[in-house]
């Protein structure tokens, strides 16, 4: 069965405080893993499509990478409007569907 | 991306009722998903409507309690039927990107049922 397992549930920096999220994940082949940002009350906001081993995409303060069994997101020196939590997704090759993790909330201190 | 328009934003609903949420998409997809997230907790795929045919329920969903119409390749409604307050979530719906954009989320509906 596919599977999305994410770590911390919960991670409290200071600003400035770099640190890494981790999405491990269990997928009869993957095509795709999706990283999303989520605000209270809102709809996910997609940040990144990860699609083979070893890739590696930036987006401003965040960077996210993918192995065969996991995926980081590294958040470097963040601000407290980085807080928001923070999703993985995976979407397996035969499937249509995606497969959310569940999510890990990340609090920025000024 | 596309840009999907949600309806209601929010409702506070009495418990037996029905409500039935919008799903509005400015481009033609094939595919739409509807989430559930429960407070606190991650998303959750109910269904994937396809236009054109019945839509596929995922375990533990079933088509009497949330019902889905597609009329056409840019709209979709989800109805949760008879509700109790253990419905009470933010209901999504969803579209499948192009290219290197993912999936794409509505703004969401905050169900609360008293």
């Known amino acids: 069965e596919d599977q999305v397992t994410q770590s911390p549930e919960a991670l409290r920096l200071q600003e400035g405080e770099s640190s890494s999220l981790n999405c491990s994940y269990t997928?009869?082949?993957?095509?795709?893993l999706f990283w999303y940002r989520q605000d209270p009350g809102k709809g996910p906001e997609f940040l990144f499509t990860?699609?083979?081993a070893g890739e590696e995409k930036e987006k401003e303060r965040l960077k996210a990478t993918l192995t065969k069994k996991e995926s980081f997101l590294h958040i470097t020196a963040p601000k407290p409007e980085d807080s928001a939590t923070y999703l993985c997704?995976?979407?397996?090759?035969?499937?249509?569907?995606?497969?959310f993790g569940s999510g890990t909330r990340l609090s920025i201190r000024p | 991306s596309a840009v999907i328009s949600q309806k209601p934003s929010r409702d506070i609903c009495q418990r037996g009722t029905s409500l039935t949420i919008q799903c509005q998409v400015d481009?033609?997809?094939?595919?739409m998903f509807w989430y559930r997230q429960q407070p606190g907790q991650s998303l959750t795929l109910i269904a994937t409507?396809?236009?054109?045919?019945?839509?596929?329920?995922e375990s533990g969903f079933v088509i009497d309690k949330f019902p889905i119409s597609r009329p056409n390749l840019t709209f979709s409604t989800l109805t949760v039927s008879n509700m109790s307050p253990e419905d009470s979530s933010i209901y999504l719906c969803?579209?499948?990107?192009?290219?290197?954009?993912?999936?794409?989320f509505g703004s969401g509906t905050r169900l609360t049922v008293v």
């Open positions: 969803s579209v499948n990107g192009q290219d290197n954009y993912g999936y794409t």
């Open positions: 997704a995976v979407q397996a090759s035969s499937a249509s569907k995606i497969i």
């Open positions: 990860l699609y083979s």
């Open positions: 409507a396809n236009q054109g045919s019945e839509a596929t329920y």
């Open positions: 997928v009869s082949g993957l095509r795709g």
């Open positions: 481009s033609q997809v094939t595919m």
